[in-house]
């Protein structure tokens, strides 16, 4: 078995709590958090501490707490030489305190305690300093999940700018179709098989060759009747800059 | 049985051809096209004409054509007093001939020739000058699809703009995301089961609920750092402007 010891109470240190429960392989020894009912459904109480100074020895502890904490609870562990792995996409694997080996488990997923996930679909990318530390972490990965990748500190931020692209930015598009709809007394459950098919025609197409719309066209008419029917000024901002881009997009091709 | 012509040969008429040949009470009369071997592949050829005064009796003519066509095309038929339709989301039905009954069958889907889309799930947007042949319409776009609105010229004005929105804006920043991949050297596969959920969550969550991000958590270092990695004038544009929009839609809270 290797044991695992998770630091935090958030979406992701819950799901990787449930996810672990269910190998055979992996097992969560201990979780610390500061409010011991916030994960007292998921786990027998004996193996929850909210005493830093309480824990015990385990193969892997995983820090899953907001970016701007994770260096301070990284300094915070009284031991040495363990290995330790932060979730974050954000922050490098540099920034975890040096009294440890230093990893990294970045799940690239929208993951909220409301919704249930299929871990094991889950893309999760893996670092660690050295070479018997990413042997470890991968066997780890490869028990959570179908999708393991290798991914450098500067690769993940990276990846982590795309994700707020194509979820976050993309999210805050349903809201403006949304907001639309509710403007004009249409029903937005309309428009719920056009977002599904359009996030399933990405996953086999390029989203190049998926482009449509009178942008793609350049179809200025059009773009100028839509331009007059939005009322708010970050709609219009959001409309032109998008549209200006995927015209720009079409030129370069 | 309920006789159809389609007038067209792009991808809401090919789509059409095929989801009227799989019911048992609408038939194609025949196609009108430019290309006879355009369509071939879907119907007889001798339901094919590529001549306007060879059009034959129908119940109901539905003209899928370009935007800008759509006029010209309905003023082109010689008959009268029959029930003619268009398929367009930003056409209002007024602009159809007077010469004949209007009508607008909008399917609100994003329909590709290469990719098969199961039709009865798409959803239709239709209206009708008068009842009669709004039930006409009713029961053609009943027999196919399960998912049949009453949108008017306006409402449908609307729920076009809604529709970029949320899937030619959507697509395009996958576009982003995956262009971002690639510059940095790590594969847009790892992002496919993000895009997939993000697309999912918002069919049974709203998406201001579901919105995540450093955006919604006005999480400023988080913002610069990815505005620092971003060398494309047009992404930095959009980031910001997406961000502000996020951040303003959280003080409207």
């Given at each position: ?44 109480y ?8 309480k ?10 707490v ?18 330790v ?27 909220s ?28 990965a ?72 009178p ?39």
């Open positions: 078995m290797i044991s695992i010891t998770i630091i935090g109470s958030g979406n992701v240190a819950q799901h990787l709590i449930k996810a672990i429960s269910k190998t055979t392989i992996l097992e969560v020894t201990q979780v610390y958090v500061r409010n011991i009912d916030s994960v007292s459904h998921l786990i027998d004996d193996k929850i501490t909210n005493d830093i100074s824990l015990k020895n385990a193969d892997l502890y995983i820090i899953s907001s970016d701007d904490a994770i260096q301070t609870v990284s300094k915070s562990l009284f031991f040495s030489n363990k290995l792995a932060h979730t974050s996409g954000s922050v490098a694997m540099e920034e975890l305190s040096d009294n440890n080996r230093k990893a990294v488990l970045y799940p690239l997923q929208t993951l305690k409301k919704k249930e996930v299929d871990f094991t679909t889950v893309p999760l990318c893996i670092e660690a300093q050295n070479e018997a530390d990413l042997q470890l972490l991968t066997e780890v490869q028990n959570l999940s179908d999708h393991v990748y290798n991914v450098d500190s500067e690769q993940r931020k990276s990846l982590h700018v795309a994700a707020v692209f194509v979820s976050n930015f993309v999210n805050h598009l349903y809201k403006i179709g949304s907001d639309i709809c509710i403007e004009h007394k249409v029903p937005f459950e309309i428009l719920k098989p056009l977002i599904l098919e359009t996030a399933k025609k990405v996953q086999i197409m390029e989203p190049n060759e998926a482009q449509t719309g942008a793609k066209r350049n179809d200025t008419s059009t773009i100028n009747k839509h331009l007059a029917i939005l009322t708010d000024e970050n709609q219009k901002d959001i409309y032109k800059i998008l549209t200006k881009s995927i015209i720009d997009n079409g030129k370069k091709l």
